[in-house]
């Protein structure tokens, strides 16, 4: 069994930062692609970043040059580091990770965690 554990949101004025991870644990896995997932209330869930295992990144326009994703592969943990905050990143952050494991791969979720910007 695989679990993703995220961490690090919270409430942060506007222009503020925030930083979260999320860690990958389990047995005999190996983890490829990850990345972060936001839903505002009452929104469908939009892809923010995302990070091969290589380090190649990819983000949504929205957070171009303010959003930098990361991740340590040794302890497969991915970050997300949240800089300029606008009230309009508020939402619930969710990482993914697709992982090899046994039984086949697949795309594991997080259990998410909030981020509220206050104007």
């Known amino acids: 069994q695989v679990q993703l554990v995220e961490s690090g949101g919270g409430l942060v004025q506007a222009g503020g930062s925030l930083g979260l991870s999320c860690a990958a644990s389990?047995?005999?896995?190996?983890?490829?692609?990850m990345a972060w997932y936001r839903q505002a209330p009452g929104k469908q869930r939009d892809l923010v970043a995302t990070?091969?295992?290589?380090?190649?990144?990819n983000y949504a326009n929205s957070v171009k040059g303010r959003f930098t994703i990361s991740r340590d592969n040794a302890k497969n943990t991915v970050y997300l580091q949240m800089n300029s905050l606008e009230p309009e990143d508020t939402a619930d952050y969710y990482c993914?990770?697709?992982?090899?494991?046994?039984?086949?791969?697949?795309?594991?979720w997080g259990q998410g965690t909030q981020v509220t910007v206050s104007s």
């Open positions: 993914t990770a697709h992982v090899s494991a046994p039984g086949g791969p697949r795309w594991y």
């Open positions: 389990g047995r005999a896995f190996s983890v490829n692609d």
């Open positions: 990070i091969t295992r290589g380090g190649s990144t």
